[in-house]
């Protein structure tokens, strides 16, 4: 399973930005589609996911700012990032779940600075 991810970039705080990520498998047989990051120095922790059922799940520290959609025609994952904080800073990791085994993608930097 292939993932290719976009979107990343500067932008000042308060600003917006939207990340794409379209994955080479069949969305069907995803169970889990999401979006960690890992900033400098610490762990890569999950930003949000959405099953395939269309149940979604946020880290505490982005409701309300951050959405994320699962298109399962198109087998892509976006996250619309809005009101961007500077400890949004970090690398942006797509990520799926197929038969229990996970994938991720390349890693798209998101910078928040005025």
């Known amino acids: 399973v292939q993932l290719q991810a976009s979107g990343g970039g500067l932008v000042p705080p308060g600003g917006s930005l939207r990340l794409s990520c379209i994955t080479s498998?069949?969305?069907?047989?995803?169970?889990?589609m999401g979006w960690y990051r890992q900033a400098p120095g610490r762990e890569r922790v999950l930003v949000a996911d959405?099953?395939?059922?269309?149940?979604?799940n946020y880290a505490d520290s982005v409701k309300g700012r951050f959405t994320i959609s699962r298109d399962n025609d198109k087998n892509t994952v976006n996250l619309e990032m809005e009101d961007l904080k500077p400890e949004d800073t970090a690398v942006y990791y797509c990520?799926?779940?197929?038969?229990?085994?996970?994938?991720w993608g390349q890693g798209t930097l998101v910078t928040v600075s005025s």
């Open positions: 990520h799926v779940q197929r038969y229990g085994i996970d994938y």
């Open positions: 498998a069949n969305s069907f047989s995803l169970h889990t």
């Open positions: 959405s099953t395939y059922g269309g149940t979604t």
